[in-house]
């Protein structure tokens, strides 16, 4: 069963002007250290921030409290699987909420896309609730 759905639209040239403008400032605030080194690896940083930005918002859509009510920047973290994919891992407030949200006898699951096509990065998250196995 679905439990949440959002989406995400951010201009790459907004979280450039973040990037020149406040440096690690903004990146420490938003992101985890994770991300900035995953990020900063790149030649181009800001798509790689502006994906994982969108992201971010997505999720915090998904889980229904945005960017608030106990769920910060930094409690939602885009990794890659094994393989590349993109996952979330959720710590802090959001991992709470999103517990509150699953029925018993269920778990969560995160699904994630992410893309761009400049100047514009995009996310769609959809949070799942999926049954346990028996025993």
């Known amino acids: 069963m679905i439990l949440g759905i ?32 995953k990020c900063d690896r790149r030649a181009a940083r800001a798509p790689s921030y502006a994906r994982r930005f969108a992201a971010k918002e997505a999720c915090a859509k998904a889980l229904g409290t945005g960017i608030g009510q106990g769920v910060f920047w930094r409690d939602m973290e885009v990794v890659n699987l094994p393989g590349g994919a993109p996952t979330l891992h959720l710590t802090g407030g959001a991992r709470e909420h999103l517990a509150g949200m699953v029925p018993p006898g269920h778990e969560a699951r995160l699904h994630i896309t992410l893309t761009d096509e400049p100047p514009l990065a995009q996310a769609f998250v959809i949070i799942e609730a999926v049954p346990l196995p028996p025993g």
């Open 6 to 37: 959002g989406t995400d639209l951010c201009d790459i040239r907004r979280i450039e002007a973040s990037l020149e403008k406040y440096g690690d400032r903004f990146t420490h605030r938003v992101f985890t250290e994770g991300e900035r080194a």
